[in-house]
């Protein structure tokens, strides 16, 4: 197109590539950091460059952080003994914002899948059973509720046998509605009902 | 919160400015920049810089080129003699994509907008009327079909009385369906129906 030059259409193509971005909405970003120059493109740009630099993987938990061993692993008030699984550092980041969760982590970097090929070679598998033979009280193996994620779980929950091993409840979301809700969701909230 | 750096915050902070992303899909995003660093994070930074170093809005009709006047501007091919006006950078790009029209762009910078504060002194209307002045036959009024796009529209037809001013068609969208149309667009294809 002859309207945009290569260095706009290569910003557009990269930002494209960006979770939650297609072509249409990567080109209003393109636009919308050419016309705030000052404030957002040249900071975001900047940001970018000292997030390269300083941003790596906790050797320990698989966590990004700009240390490594990350916050969380070298915090000497985090309980050592209990251990929270997760597929991802966003979730992760999502119990931190909980603020529910006062032990250390074990991000695996995703979930088996044979669709995607992720087999357990490419997770953090060995490492995880490595640590918990280092006085680890209880594992906490809060997966995602998906196919994909309760398939890893179940599978790790084999490694795991003879150890304390949890998973997070399953129920009605705070603020849920029923009428909105799954009937899996639904089922596994009737089944898991306590007493008041 | 412990769990994210403060270069990893600034740098979601800084995502969530851009239009189309929110708080959490900034935090998708930039998640995604790290896990991609060579692929993703290091080369968008790059591009952003040299977007931010090339860039300008062209000297004439307020493009965004790596050259001023812009290769639009600068090229001998186009027509002079038929100016198209539109609201955004990103409205020139639509209508080149398109294809369709072969003279030269005048960018507004916006539309007029009491709500947004928006005054005629605030767009680039004087340097319409200045090119205009020069051996232009026809100005297109290519503004959005809203409110504030055809409340400019309405303003720059005064301003230009005694030439030849015209506007897009409204009308059913190709591929589009009756059901889905609202009034306003059936009664303006209704009232603008040509013989077959």
Same mark, same amino acid.
């Given at each position: 197109m002859a309207a945009i030059g290569? *260095?706009i259409e290569?910003?557009? @193509? ?5 979770? /939650? ?8 970003? !393109?636009?919308?950091? %050419?016309?705030? #120059?000052?404030?957002? %493109?040249?900071?975001? @740009?900047? !940001? ?5 630099? @300083? ?21 000497? +008030? +985090? ?7 997760? *597929?991802?550092? @966003? ?11 006062? =032990? #250390? ?8 899948? !044979? ?5 357990? *070679? ?8 490595? +640590?918990?033979?280092? /006085? ?12 994909? =994620? ?16 949890? +998973? ?9 509605? %029923? ?18």
């Open positions: 290569s *260095e290569r910003l557009i @193509a990269l930002l494209s590539k960006l979770p /939650g971005l297609g072509p249409r909405s990567a080109r209003r970003a !393109a636009l919308a950091l %050419l016309k705030k #120059r000052d404030t957002l %493109l040249e900071p975001l @740009a900047d !940001a970018m460059q000292e997030a390269a630099a @300083a941003i790596s993987s906790c050797e320990i938990c698989g966590n990004l952080d700009t240390q490594s061993p990350c916050a969380i692993c070298s915090d000497p +008030r +985090r309980d050592t003994h209990i251990l929270c699984v997760v *597929e991802d550092v @966003a979730d992760l980041w999502a119990l931190e914002r909980a603020g529910v969760f006062r =032990g #250390r982590y074990h991000v695996l970097g995703g979930a088996l899948s !044979a669709l995607d090929g992720v087999t357990p *070679e490419r997770l953090n598998v060995s490492s995880l059973l490595e +640590r918990v033979q280092h /006085g680890v009280d209880e594992v906490i193996l809060a997966m995602n509720a998906t196919v994909e =994620g309760q398939t890893t779980a179940h599978y790790l929950m084999d490694l795991l046998q003879g150890r304390k091993v949890t +998973r997070l409840a399953h129920g009605v979301p705070v603020g849920g509605e %029923l009428d909105y809700l799954d009937e899996g969701t639904l089922s596994a909230a009737f089944k898991a009902r306590r007493a008041l």
